[in-house]
């Protein structure tokens, strides 16, 4: 029975400090509309205790090629959905700590243990814990600073219209300006299916 006891204490325990890191695009607005795209960015999710979380942005970059630091977010509660097993965070908390700051963060007045307002965040995680997605926005040299990790961001670029799978539903000039019919030169359209491509017209 004391051993029974031990390994449930010691799962117990396990789970309490679960954490997990996920790898996925980040995409940030700031400033006057400012925005920038990177991949390959790291979100902690750790586990401290029942249905409380600590949110981690790693490595976390406001502007343009200037990283931060890792952006800190406690408090986070979570609430599973029975139905579909997606587990979604939210937290009452009005400020993010920063920590592990960079040189350049003296640039947005950032330095280890300063806290930015945070205005909103949400959450969620996919029924098998593989796909973490999280949106937040936080002030930071006096301009609000929107984050989507995990997520499409949805552009003219990337809207899709239900048609058939090699259906052309966008056609973009080199510009990125929409435009109505192929042209001559090239052509980057968007089918159905999801597919961009290229496409030469002479």
Known sequence: MKKVLSIVFFL?????????????????TSGAGRTTDYTQKEVELKRVGG????????????MAYKTFGDFVIDGVMS????????TTFA??????????????????????????TLTSFTATLSADKSKFVAELNFMTMGSDVSVVF?????????TLTTADDNTYVEIYNLGGVRIQHLQRGINIVRTANGKVKKLLVK
Not at 51 to 62: E, I, Q
């Open 150 to 158: 995990g997520k499409q961001i949805d552009t003219a670029i990337n």
């Open 91 to 116: 937290t009452s908390a009005t400020e993010g700590k920063w920590v592990n700051v960079t040189s350049t963060a003296a640039i947005g007045g950032v330095t280890e243990g300063s806290k930015s």
């Open 12 to 28: 117990m325990t396990t789970l309490c400090t679960f954490g997990q890191v996920f790898t996925d695009d980040l995409h940030v």
């Open 79 to 86: 609430t599973v959905d029975a139905e579909t097993g997606v």
């Open 51 to 62: 249905s409380r979380y600590t949110v981690t942005f790693k490595k976390l970059a406001p």
